[in-house]
């Protein structure tokens, strides 16, 4: 199946503070999230210190270079493969929380194309703000749908599907294919189970902060388990601890902090499921 094309912001858009998905992030951003960054700012910036992803991976690719050398200087790590995973778990949560979030609230979800995102970063490496440009998919009979960035879907299970086309359709192969060039030496099979990994959290993690932890959950597998475009699954299990049921995940790929700090994560694919059981601890 060909993958669904949003379309294309014309020459001269309009404002996009006027824009109903702007109207979204502003209401996003007001929410109080329990310490969750939910922000995002409407239109790509133009002033300094802002990037689209696909420049970031394009004709700014020497600030990517950049990053990485502060995020191995954060973690005290020459190894390349650990700093382009933190990296890449970093960039994806900051893209991907607020993302998740207005799907939940209002089924409204950014372009996740890597025109239509802008990041700005700190002096860790760590991606802090976080932008969209105005092109959007809402449902029909959505108020929104007769903006000139919208894209008008039949249901939840075309949007859902979109967000794995979004990262699929050309964000990630070029963020995985720029992160080869500067020294990360993982699988492509290791990176896209972590990009499907932050999904998954971002869908838990919001879902926690909105009230909206069985959605979230269902959201998710309806997302990942099984799509055509993201290889990876929600793993999702319920556990039964002292009479407490509790709901935790089995990750599709190791995110390597465990060469930084020296313990495996408790969600970690690396460990036997029994030990995991026993230490259910919620992590980002």
């Known amino acids: 199946m060909m993958p669904r094309q949003m379309p294309r912001a014309p020459a001269g858009p309009p404002a996009v ?3 109903p998905f ?21 239109g790509v910036p133009s002033e300094p210190g802002w990037t689209t ?18 995020v191995s200087r954060q973690y005290a790590t020459g190894d390349r493969a650990v700093a382009g995973t933190l990296f890449l778990r ?3 949560w900051r893209i991907l929380v607020p993302s998740v979030a207005a799907l939940l609230t209002e089924r409204r979800l950014p372009d996740l194309g890597p025109e239509n995102v802008a990041l700005s970063f700190d002096e860790r490496g760590a991606a802090a703000g976080l932008a969209f440009g105005h092109r959007f998919a809402v449902l029909e009979g959505d108020p929104g ?31 995985f ?19 499907a990994d932050i999904l998954a ?12 932890d069985g959605e979230a959950r269902d959201f998710a597998e309806r997302a990942l388990d099984g799509s055509p475009h993201l290889p990876g699954k929600t793993n999702f299990f319920v556990l039964e601890q002292d009479g407490v049921s509790e709901w935790t995940r089995t990750r599709n790929a190791c ?23 026993r230490h259910p601890v919620p992590e980002r």
């Open 17 to 19: 503070e006027a824009s």
């Open 177 to 195: 294919s720029a992160l080869r060039r500067y020294g990360v030496r993982r699988a492509e099979r290791a990176l896209w189970g972590v990009s």
């Open 255 to 277: 995110c390597l902090y465990y060469k930084i700090s020296g313990e495996v994560c408790p969600t970690c694919p690396r460990i036997p499921k029994r030990e995991r059981l």
């Open 90 to 92: 970093g960039y994806l």
């Open 53 to 70: 992803a696909a420049d970031l991976t394009g004709t700014n690719e020497e600030h990517l270079g950049e990053l990485l050398r502060l």
């Open 145 to 175: 749908a007769a903006s000139s960035g919208a894209t008008v879907l039949a249901g939840e299970g075309e949007m859902l599907e979109l967000v794995g086309e979004g990262l699929a359709r050309g964000h990630l192969p070029g963020l």
């Open 201 to 212: 959290e971002a869908f838990t993690w919001a879902g926690s902060a909105l009230g909206r």
């Open 22 to 42: 702007a109207e979204t992030l502003r209401r996003l951003s007001a929410l109080d999230a329990g310490g969750l960054n939910l922000s995002a700012r409407p």
